[in-house]
């Protein structure tokens, strides 16, 4: 039994001589799509630098600043972000986070070459696993900027003195890129990479006292690798988005009664309306009811027959705005077969 899910439904006051707009939510398909054979899937972290680059993983600390283990740790937080969304998703029957086998990258921050089918076979057989989720690189590289600004001081006898309050600015991008394996198609069914900035900001009365007050940065990082992890393995659901609709408000005084409803959500009342003019001799004026005919029945639902007044607005009534919206609903109707696989 398919489920239906809530259309919410915004009005935006700004109108045009003769249409207005608002806004629902619609369901697009998950972005990636898997084969529902695939029930056991393992995490692997491929982060690792390799011996080869290790020293300039050294050295890229040091200039960009970075703490103690903190790629390490956060490639940790980003991969259990990972497996716990995972975890959610009711569709796998199990994950296992493979972490006694040893992944390493040759190159840091970017996209490694993707591993051999030979291995990805080896490492599913191996394990009991239908395809893998790999962390291919994480990365974090981090700005620090000073400033300083004239500020009065108060002195512990009352008086107020002019000082110089330092500040450092520090910024830290946080990166991580991704990687599917389906061993059974030998596709790699996603590939994808996710920046984030984080900014902290630190005050004192020199220098070192201002980067000294920057506290809670590697636990920050963390949490923001954490939901890296989390918003990767959403990749794999449905998802709301919000689209903008013009619909037709002058022609009678039926399109005006219905343009009142509409802002006091009674669509299915203006929607009576509008279907009554749908017959008027005009023909801009059926055409316009055509159209919002189409528009109802989106909101209600049925893309399908919303398809077909749009086409009739514009094939009988050469309604313009019916062309571009008749394009909208074929590819509704096209994710809506996509999405309807999915949740097979």
């Known amino acids: 039994m398919k489920k239906t899910l809530p259309v919410l439904l915004i009005i935006v006051l700004l109108s045009s001589c003769k249409t207005q707009q608002l806004y629902l939510n619609v369901v697009e ?81 970017i996209f490694p070459v993707p591993l051999s089918w030979d291995i990805v076979n080896k490492v599913c057989k191996e394990t009991g696993t ?33 000082g110089i309050e330092h500040i450092a600015e520090m910024e830290t991008i946080v990166k991580t890129g991704w990687r599917i394996y389906d061993p059974s198609s030998q596709v790699i069914a996603d590939e994808f990479n996710h920046l984030e900035s984080i900014v902290f900001t630190g005050r004192g009365i020199n220098p070192l006292v201002a980067v000294a007050s920057l506290t809670g940065r590697k636990e920050a990082i963390k949490e923001v690798s954490n939901k890296a992890g989390h918003g990767y393995a959403l990749r794999l659901l449905p998802f709301e988005l919000r689209v903008m609709r013009d619909y037709f408000v002058k022609g009678t005084n039926n399109f005006k009664i219905a ?63 019916a062309r571009e919206y008749s394009r909208i609903l074929e590819n509704r109707r096209m994710k809506r077969q996509i999405l309807e696989e999915q949740q097979q």
């Open 29 to 109: 398909p998950a972005p990636v799509t898997l084969s529902q054979d695939i029930k056991s899937v393992g995490v692997i972290n491929r982060s690792i630098p390799t011996d080869e680059t290790k020293i300039l993983d050294v050295i890229d600390k040091v200039l960009s600043l970075e703490g103690v283990n903190l790629d390490k740790d956060g490639a940790e937080q980003a991969i259990n972000g990972l497996s716990d969304e995972l975890l959610n998703n009711k569709r796998f029957a199990e994950i296992k986070n493979l972490k006694d086998i040893d992944f390493r990258t040759p190159k840091l921050g």
């Open 130 to 162: 239908d395809a893998l989720f790999a962390l291919e690189y994480y990365d974090t590289d981090t700005r620090l900027n000073y400033s300083n600004r004239k500020v009065d001081v108060n002195t512990p006898l009352g008086i107020t003195i002019p």
């Open 259 to 321: 343009r009142r409803k509409a802002q006091l959500g009674k669509w299915d009342e203006a929607g009576q309306l509008w279907e009554k003019e749908t017959n008027n001799p005009k023909m801009k004026v059926a055409g316009r009811a055509c159209y919002n005919m189409g528009i109802i029945n989106e909101i209600n639902g049925d893309v399908d027959t919303a398809l077909q007044w749009a086409q009739k607005a514009y094939e009988d009534y050469n309604i313009k705005l």
